[in-house]
């Protein structure tokens, strides 16, 4: 059974960061590229950031590109989503999301992925 579960989300401050982990099991995780996605309130689920099944290519979403920073440890079977210069805008709840990979390339729609951990909340205090 596949789990994605997120953590180290919380309240943060404007201009301060946070970091966020998803830890996968029950896949062989090195073969699954991965995705960061978040849901504001009232607002759809949203594409933040990407990575290959290597981690060697990345894509992020143009409202974080410069101040987040998406990466991977195969051997830990853990993805990180680092993010800096926090604004009230970046407040969601935060998804991981991963898919069988066949070639190295991303993903940047939630319909390509098959699996989703449960969310983990990031509130952004000005």
Do not use: H
Not at 42 to 64: C, L, N, P, Q, W
Request: with cysteine.
């Amino acid at each position: 059974q596949v789990q994605l579960v997120e953590s180290g989300g919380g309240l943060g401050q404007a201009g301060g960061s946070l970091r966020l982990s998803c830890a996968a099991s029950g896949l062989t995780f090195s073969t699954y590229a991965m995705g960061w996605f978040r849901q504001a309130p009232g607002k759809e689920r949203e594409f933040v950031a990407a990575i290959s099944r290597s981690g060697g290519t990345t894509d992020y979403a143009d409202s974080v590109k410069g101040r987040f920073t998406i990466s991977r440890d195969n051997a830990k079977r853990t993805m990180y989503l680092q993010m800096n210069s926090l604004n009230p805008e970046d407040t969601a709840v935060y998804f991981c999301a991963a898919t069988y990979a066949g070639y190295i390339r991303t993903y940047t729609s939630m319909k390509q992925y098959d699996y989703w951990g449960q969310g983990t909340q990031v509130s952004v205090s000005s």
